[in-house]
């Protein structure tokens, strides 16, 4: 990896004055813990093909390693080393995106473990540990805005590099015409199923985390057969046909996969 610089939670490692780097150990550079090293219990959630943290606890764990020091190479402070302590050592999943290398449009998901870097008995720089809530990284959420009329086939692609399905982040459907919507997909044979719908109605899926609502009074889990709408791709085919029984608005959004790591 050729990149220098990199945004975490928002903010940049360059505007702290710092660059990634590699150190030498032969050259007199010691390691030693910075109180921050974190160990994560995680769950893996299939519907979003990654790993959820559900307890943090200040011991170790590696999935990546980097290391960074000031760009002059100057030695650095304790308020200094806090504050970069505080930025990066996160009991919550950040986003990660490399500024050059070739890595630009790739995110990464997670926090960091950081460990000190001395030389002489001072601070020179961190080596870190990035702790990855998923897989590979991803691209940014694409939002796919459909307007459907009845029985019409309307191509979407999937983006994402995992061969299989990924299901939305959040699919949203105004309902134009009453009656029972039935929407496919034709890369798999399965029809996700709502009946009893209402012109004018509002349905949001959470297809993560299973969760379905409506703008109805009426029982919206009795009416749906919980196949939850996702796309999916083969090693040959990429292409999405989504079909509806009725006309509707159809917006969706999904985080595809990108099968880069570093």
Same mark, same amino acid.
């Given at each position: ?30 390691? *030693? ?8 219990? =995680? ?6 093909? =990654?790993? *959820? ?6 011991? *170790?764990?590696?999935?990546? *390693? ?30 990660? +995106? ?17 460990? =000190?870097?001395?030389?002489?008995? +001072? ?21 796919? !805005? ?10 979407? !692609? ?51 985390? =299973? ?18 709408? +996702?796309? !999916? ?13 009725? !006309? ?15």
């Amino acid at each position: 990896m050729t990149a220098t610089d990199f945004e975490f939670g928002g903010s940049s490692l360059s505007s702290r004055d710092f660059e990634i780097c590699q150190f030498d150990s032969s050259g007199g550079f010691t390691t *030693s813990p910075a109180g921050s090293t974190i160990t994560f219990t =995680k769950i893996f959630q299939r519907a979003a093909n =990654k790993f *959820s943290i559900v307890d943090a606890t200040y011991e *170790s764990g590696f999935e990546a *390693s980097l290391s960074m020091m000031k760009h002059d190479g100057e030695v650095i402070d304790t308020e200094t080393y806090a504050e970069i302590s505080r930025w990066l050592c996160r009991p919550t999943n950040e986003q990660l +995106r490399f500024i050059g290398g070739g890595l630009d449009y790739v995110y990464f998901e997670g926090t960091f473990s950081m460990e =000190k870097v001395e030389h002489r008995g +001072r601070i020179v720089g961190f080596n870190l540990t990035f702790t990855s809530a998923r897989t590979h990284g991803t691209l940014l959420p694409v939002l796919e !805005a459909l307007t459907l009329e009845a029985n019409v086939g309307y191509a979407v !692609a999937d983006l994402s590099d995992e061969v299989g399905f990924t299901y939305p982040d959040m699919l949203t459907v105004t309902i134009k015409e009453s009656g029972t919507l039935r929407v496919t997909n034709g890369v798999e044979d399965r029809e996700m199923v709502i009946q009893k719908c209402e012109a004018g109605e509002i349905i949001q899926i959470d297809c993560v985390n =299973k969760i379905i609502t409506t703008t109805s009074d009426r029982d919206i889990l009795d009416a749906f057969n919980f196949n939850f709408f +996702r796309l !999916a791709n083969s090693y040959d085919n990429i292409e999405n046909v989504i079909t509806s029984s009725l !006309a509707c608005d159809f917006n969706f959004v999904y985080t595809p996969i990108k099968k880069v790591v570093f």
